[in-house]
DNA sequence: AGAATACTGAGCCATATGGTTCAGTATCTA
DNA sequence: TAGATACTGAACCATATGGCTCAGTATTCT
């Protein structure tokens, strides 16, 4: 399960790190698009957003389906809840060292009042 | 702040893209170390783990500090607020997409109860 | 049927990534 | 002072990424 969720972090984090990618996931929350239509709106080569549509599909981002000769993109299954979790645990310990690390500068508060500190260099 | 913004996501979700960095990062929530330490633990030469450090700091997640010979890594400055508001807006949309696919579904089923189709029940 | 549309796949190009080695420099420690 | 330690930087390597063009195929429109 760890492997497992490794590879999916990395996938979908990645998915995540393209401006554009990250505008077509905000599109389809829209609403569904071809293929054409995500090319159009983002100033790209059909064959260039196929691969972005690849990369995100990949990751379970996004689905698709092809009628006719239309390829209709719609927001895949994952929800980024794992994403999400690990995020939240991230936070959870950055806010634990930085407590830690108040706790540090209020006792050297207290030590500097009961011993004074000498002329720094 | 768009544009911003944008750079920010790009290089923090690329940060976030790779197994080891975010095991460092994980690492350092626990205790700060030094690139040598991180390197031992996961089984990289110290130049490979510079490389990663170097990554995570010019993404602002980790701060580093030379003192004599030894550079010691901790979690940087910033907590990835944005980057949990991108995610949970994702799946605010996500969520109003599945919404709306409900609704089409309940309203093909009301349709089907109106004018029930010949051959089934 | 013929033309336009929508995608697909191969392959090119420049750059980035994740790792390495090797050769330093700077700083401890004995 | 000599040697070990900790990092640094350059350079190499293989592969991946983000774009592109070009040449198809399949579908739809007139």
Same mark, same amino acid.
């Given at each position: 399960? @760890?492997?497992?969720?490794?590879?999916?972090?990395?996938?979908?984090?990645?998915?995540?790190?393209?401006?554009?990618?990250?505008?077509?996931? #905000?599109?389809?929350?829209?609403?569904?698009?071809?293929?054409? @239509?995500?090319?159009?709106?983002?100033?790209?080569?059909?064959?260039?957003?196929?691969?972005?549509?690849?990369?995100?599909?990949?990751?379970?981002?996004?689905?698709?389906?092809?009628?006719?000769?239309?390829?209709?993109?719609?927001?895949?299954?994952?929800?980024? #809840?794992?994403?999400?979790?690990?995020?939240?645990?991230?936070?959870?310990?950055?806010?634990?060292?930085?407590? #830690?690390?108040?706790?540090?500068?209020?006792?050297?508060?207290?030590? #500097?009042?009961?011993?004074?500190?000498?002329?720094?260099?």
């Amino acid at each position: 399960m @760890a492997q497992y969720s490794r590879a999916r972090l990395d996938a979908s984090f990645a998915a995540l790190s393209d401006a554009t990618r990250r505008g077509v996931l #905000e599109q389809l929350g829209r609403s569904d698009a071809s293929i054409t @239509a995500l090319a159009d709106k983002f100033h790209m080569t059909l064959t260039g957003m196929k691969k972005h549509v690849g990369v995100l599909e990949q990751a379970g981002l996004v689905a698709t389906e092809k009628v006719g000769r239309v390829r209709t993109c719609r927001l895949g299954p994952r929800r980024l #809840e794992e994403e999400v979790e690990w995020l939240e645990r991230y936070r959870q310990l950055w806010d634990t060292r930085f407590d #830690e690390l108040d706790h540090v500068v209020a006792e050297l508060k207290q030590r #500097e009042m009961l011993s004074p500190p000498k002329k720094r260099k």
